[in-house]
């Protein structure tokens, strides 16, 4: 199979980031989410740029999801991030999140569901030397959409508690990127 110079997998999983992205700047520009619009957004809490406290950190040492419902305040949105507060336990959370951490994004209220390949999941995945460059291209493009100015700060806020990870609907309709991966 011919090489894919142009990375559609890398372009259209950016695409696809760029639909939360573009749905997160919208609700963080009216201060909340319009009609029964509600989010559980999973992400890997040791991909590059995350910051969230030391306890959530603890607590969720790989991925970690949260809803963003009716409590959330101070959502900010960037080209590669948003921050977002959050209560675990009554406990007041500052999270920061790179689209390139997102791992799932689903919204109940219409069913859609966006899944996305990440670094770190597929970094654990044993591979040929073609797939470890592709990888290490990969984090490269990662670093490259992640702020630098946020990579050496951490939030630390006093016990962090409950998981607001719920379990998914059945039934979704799921937008798999299996079909753009290359394949040796």
Known sequence: MPQD??????????ALRGVIRKVLSEVAA????????????TFLTEAPGVRI???LKERYPEQMTIVVQHQFWDLKVTESLFEI????SDKPEKLIVPFAAIRG?????????????TVLEDAA?????????????????IER????AAKDETVDTPDAGEDEDA?????????????????N
């Not at 994004?105 to 390949?117: K, M, T």
């Not at 995945?125 to 493009?141: C, F, H, I, W």
């Open 5 to 14: 110079h142009i990375r559609y997998d890398i372009l259209a999983q950016d």
């Open 30 to 41: 009216t201060g909340y989410l319009p009609g029964d619009h509600h989010f559980f957004i």
């Open 53 to 55: 406290s030391t306890q």
């Open 85 to 88: 507060g959050l209560s675990f």
């Open 105 to 117: 994004f689903y919204d109940p209220s219409v069913n859609f569901e966006l899944e996305f390949d």
């Open 125 to 141: 995945n044993d591979g040929s030397d073609q797939e470890d460059d592709e990888r290490s291209e990969l984090a490269s493009t």
């Open 145 to 148: 959409m992640v702020d630098p």
């Open 167 to 183: 379990d998914k609907k059945s039934g979704a309709d799921v937008v798999s990127l299996d079909s753009f991966r290359k394949k």
